[in-house]
């Protein structure tokens, strides 16, 4: 019995802590990912990752339709233990790293999504800032960037928004 109280309480301490560290779960749900999809427009040669990659859906839908190569950055591990799952099932070559993205190497990417929140931005900010090449896209969701601005808006009626920032 008490095995199940262990892992009872690492899950809620691990949602508890990625939530105070840049968000709680909310996964971007089929009809965002689809905009993303047009939004991102990714190439086969980019390097996608993902900060806060939750369940990994997002990423492996992306990987799937573009070939190209994708990481998840995901800090609550019963999220993490989901997106590699689902990498597995599907067979879509994601790499899923159980991390904290404010600590972990993002020089590899051309194309970074974060849907965190505000104060999580204000934190990655200067990591984003000095670690990846001029170039690099970054799309966040729902929440902009402060101090940045982006290149392109992606504003639908009655839906969050996507803001496109080029380093
Ligand atoms: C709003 S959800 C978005 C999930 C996913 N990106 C999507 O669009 O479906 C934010 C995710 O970021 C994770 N997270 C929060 N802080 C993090 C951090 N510092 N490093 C990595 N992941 C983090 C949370 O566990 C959660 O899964």
Known sequence: MWIFWLI??????????????????????KYGINRFLKVAKLKKDDV??????GDGRLLVSAVREFGCRGVGIELAWPLAVIAWLRTKITKVPVVIRWADARHTSLKEAT???????????LKLRP????????????ISYVWPVPEWTPVLVDK???KEAFYVYQM
């Open 156 to 158: 639908e009626p009655q």
């Open 127 to 138: 990591i984003l800032e000095k670690s990846l090449s001029p170039g690099t896209k970054v």
């Open 111 to 121: 194309v970074v999504y974060m849907f965190l929140m505000p104060d999580a931005y």
């Open 8 to 29: 009872f309480f690492a899950v809620i301490f691990s949602f508890g802590y990625a939530s105070i560290s840049g968000a709680p779960w909310v996964p971007t749900r």
């Open 48 to 53: 996608l990752f993902e900060l806060g990659c």
